[in-house]
T-cell receptor, first 110, second 116 residues
Framework: GDSVTQMEGPVTLSEEAFLTINCTYT??????LFWYVQYPGEGLQLLLK?????DKGSNKGFEATYRKETTSFHLEKGSVQVSDSAVYFC?????????FGQGTTLQVKP | DADVTQTPRNRITKTGKRIMLECSQT?????MYWYRQDPGLGLRLIYY???????NKGEISDGYSVSRQAQAKFSLSLESAIPNQTALYFC???????????????FGEGSRLTVL
């Protein structure tokens, strides 16, 4: 079945550092891909998405590009802030439901 | 008020007890989901419902049951709780939009269940 694999965390960075969180997927077709974020004590919320190959999703300074050749959807941000500390989940759309990766914890230190 | 409300937010119970987690939504969405979150495992789908008459098993439905009482309400039951059901449980909703849907889920704040 479809699956999503993320790099293991935790990821610890200093403020203003560059962030990459790797995500790869397996699927029979070309599913829509998503990044969700979970701030401490809260539920998940959509961060960005891409619905087809070569699409770039972006929001709040975060970006991810749908690469069908490498079946990847890596999350990047050029300069992280302390407020970006959270758990990040990559997900793929298996029609009708989302398949999530295991989550990557990001901690940003001042 | 939150669009997706889960009750209780925290619950401690004992092995063998029956537990119900409730979810209600004001978004008017037909689709509702129950996920379980465990450290290092991400979110795993327990059950989902596309409308009041439609219930589907997810990848980890054993030991759980659900009831879709109305469009706005979707409850998860553990008939006889066991310690490895200790987890954070999330309810979510989505709007199918057109075709196969947008994939955007709206989550509640979670229900933390501890089974002793």
């Amino acid at each position: 079945g479809d699956s999503v694999t993320q790099m293991e965390g935790p990821v610890t960075l200093s403020e203003e550092a560059f962030l990459t969180i790797n995500c790869t997927y397996t699927a029979t077709g070309y599913p829509s891909l998503f990044w969700y974020v979970q701030y401490p004590g809260e539920g998940l919320q959509l961060l960005l998405k891409a619905t087809k190959a070569d699409d770039k999703g972006s929001n709040k300074g975060f970006e991810a590009t749908y690469r069908k050749e490498t079946t990847s959807f890596h999350l990047e941000k050029g300069s992280v802030q302390v407020s970006d500390s959270a758990v990040y989940f990559c997900a793929s759309w298996d029609p009708g439901k989302l398949i999530f990766g295991q989550g990557t914890t990001l901690q940003v230190k001042p | 008020d939150a669009d997706v409300t889960q009750t209780p937010r925290n619950r401690i119970t004992k092995t063998g007890k029956r537990i119900m987690l409730e979810c209600s939504q004001t978004k008017g969405h037909d689709r509702m989901y129950w996920y379980r979150q465990d450290p290092g495992l991400g979110l795993r789908l327990i059950y989902y419902s596309f409308d009041v008459k439609d219930i589907n098993k997810g990848e980890i439905s054993d030991g759980y049951s659900v009831s879709r009482q109305a469009q706005a309400k979707f409850s998860l039951s553990l008939e006889s709780a066991i310690p490895n059901q200790t987890a954070l449980y999330f309810c979510a909703t989505s709007d199918p939009g057109t075709g196969s849907g947008t994939g955007e889920l709206f989550f509640g704040e979670g229900s933390r269940l501890t089974v002793l």
